[in-house]
């Protein structure tokens, strides 16, 4: 049964960084693509990065390219998202999930499709 538990969030200053990690387990991540999501209050959800099964390659939202790097630990079953210059706007409830044999979209491609599985979110809120 595919698990996956998002840890690393909380209140962050504006033009601060955090790391966010999502634990799966249930899985082996040579198999799946994990991608990490966000919903803000009032808006629909969007995805924020992706990292295809097998280190096939990473996709960004615009909205985060150049702020945001994931990392795959497949050893660790581990996912990892580093972001940097945070701003008020970035504050949501971010997910990591999880689809078997997908491939990240180009760069090109700006809206990332729903995955299968879910973890169950953690808050990053971004405030003075």
């Known amino acids: 049964q595919v698990q996956l538990v998002e840890s690393g969030g909380g209140l962050v200053e504006p033009g601060g960084s955090l790391r966010l990690s999502c634990a799966a387990s249930g899985f082996t991540l040579d198999d799946y693509t994990i991608a990490w999501f966000r919903q803000a209050p009032g808006k629909e959800r969007e995805g924020v990065t992706c990292i295809s099964y097998d280190d096939e390659g990473t996709w960004y939202a615009d909205s985060v390219k150049g702020r945001a790097t994931i990392a795959s630990d497949n050893a660790k079953s581990t996912v990892t998202l580093q972001m940097s210059s945070l701003q008020p706007e970035d504050t949501a409830v971010y997910y990591c999930?999880?689809?078997?044999?997908?491939?990240?979209?180009?760069?090109?491609?700006?809206?990332?499709?729903?995955?299968?599985?879910w973890g169950q979110g953690t808050q990053v809120t971004v405030s003075s």
């Open positions: 999930a999880a689809q078997f044999a997908f491939i990240c979209p180009p760069s090109s491609i700006s809206v990332l499709p729903d995955f299968a599985s």
